[in-house]
């Protein structure tokens, strides 16, 4: 599951009870894609519960929503995460937030690939 959303609702019914605590979440993974820099590994932000992974998310995420707006390319930034894990998984789910800003057009691009 990819916590998509700046409110962070998903990460919190999955159990992370202070969502600002994980070391790398989603705006961390984000900010590292659009500055070129490596990906952390997914050991570093992969949170297993059940059988079920999770990628975190808080409010930091909304400032990467606004950072999304100078990236070029910036609707196929959650792909290039999502690309090399898809073969791990047989279903990624992707919350997201309730307006159709760039986090939502990211994950509809991501969707309508699959």
């Known amino acids: ?35 070129d820099k490596p990906i952390p ?13 999770l990628i975190p998310s808080n409010i930091e995420l909304s400032v990467s929503e606004i950072n999304l707006r100078d990236e ?13 894990m898809k073969e791990n998984y047989d279903y990624i789910l992707i919350d997201t937030n309730p307006s159709l800003g760039l986090l939502t057009i990211n994950a509809l691009t991501e969707c309508s690939f699959r």
């Open 1 to 35: 599951m990819v916590d998509f959303d700046p409110q962070g609702d998903l990460t919190l019914y999955f159990g992370i009870k202070q969502p600002d605590k994980p070391s790398v979440n989603m705006c961390h993974i984000l900010d590292a894609i659009m500055s």
């Open 41 to 53: 590994a997914a050991e570093a932000f992969l949170h297993s519960l059940d059988n079920i992974d």
């Open 72 to 84: 070029m390319g910036s609707v196929k930034i959650l792909a290039s995460l999502l690309e090399p």
